[in-house]
């Protein structure tokens, strides 16, 4: 069971989270947050499952979770109730970098732009997409699976933070210090969260190759501009690129 005391205890944000809906078992949690975009209120709504079955990722790549052990929720903001939309795709992975530091004193890295990163594997993946004047933001964290749990599929390239810590995490008072984070980031100003985000990413100066549609680039990245694309130094010249996939 979701225990609304324990999150409530530990709640500080003024919009983000007010308002919550656990369901048990739900096979994604965007796709039920969309289904509330009519409704009044919603600026702030929050979507949590302890058991999401079907998942999605990023290019509509699956998301794995275990029931009762990862963070799987979702987050309804209207774009007319914040600032930085502009930086949209990295202020959530700002947020739950800072979060998961106050909570467990654990210190992750960020893949742009917006990959979860600990000791080299994901921990965490985010999933943002946009109807009408809304904002729905997906993240799935690996945070009390020990190794032998985590899906065979992927866990040569994943993690979680159990495997970093020895104590299990409270579901409840990780989400609400994501969304006292998450609040705080959208009101930041802008240099401030572009200087966050380049202090946690673990690749700045580093060769990388870049999957953007069917080519593949390799390039230097150097960081990202005040829109959150990623800055490629490619042969002397630098490209600006918004999407694709960065291999390290």
Request: glycine share 4%; with cysteine; aromatic share 8%.
């Amino acid at each position: 069971m979701f225990e609304y005391n324990s999150f409530e205890a530990h709640l500080k944000s003024k919009q983000f989270g007010r308002h919550i809906k656990y369901f048990k078992t739900i096979p994604s949690t965007n796709n039920e947050a969309k289904k509330h975009l009519d409704k009044n209120n919603q600026h702030g709504y929050v979507i949590i499952t302890k058991n999401q079955t079907n998942g999605r990722g990023r290019r509509n790549n699956k998301w794995f979770s275990i029931p009762n052990k990862s963070l799987t929720f979702s987050i309804i903001i209207n774009k007319h109730k914040i600032k930085n939309n502009q930086l949209l795709s990295i202020i959530p992975a700002i947020a739950i970098t800072n979060a998961i530091k106050k909570v467990s004193n654990i210190q992750c890295a960020i893949k742009w732009p917006n990959d979860i990163i600990l000791n080299n594997k994901k921990i965490g993946g985010i999933l943002i997409e946009t109807k009408f004047d809304y904002i729905v933001i997906g993240i799935g964290l690996n945070v009390n699976e020990k190794h032998n749990e985590l899906n065979t599929q992927i866990e040569k390239s994943s993690s979680s933070l159990k495997n970093n810590n020895s104590e299990e995490i409270k579901l409840e008072l990780l989400l609400a210090t994501i969304l006292n984070e998450l609040e705080k980031s959208f009101e930041s100003e802008e240099k401030h969260l572009v200087n966050q985000w380049t202090k946690y990413c673990n690749h700045i100066n580093q060769n990388i190759q870049f999957h953007e549609k069917n080519k593949l680039i390799s390039g230097l990245f150097t960081g990202i501009n005040q829109n959150g694309q990623a800055i490629i130094n490619i042969n002397n010249h630098t490209e600006f690129v918004s999407s694709g996939i960065i291999e390290i």
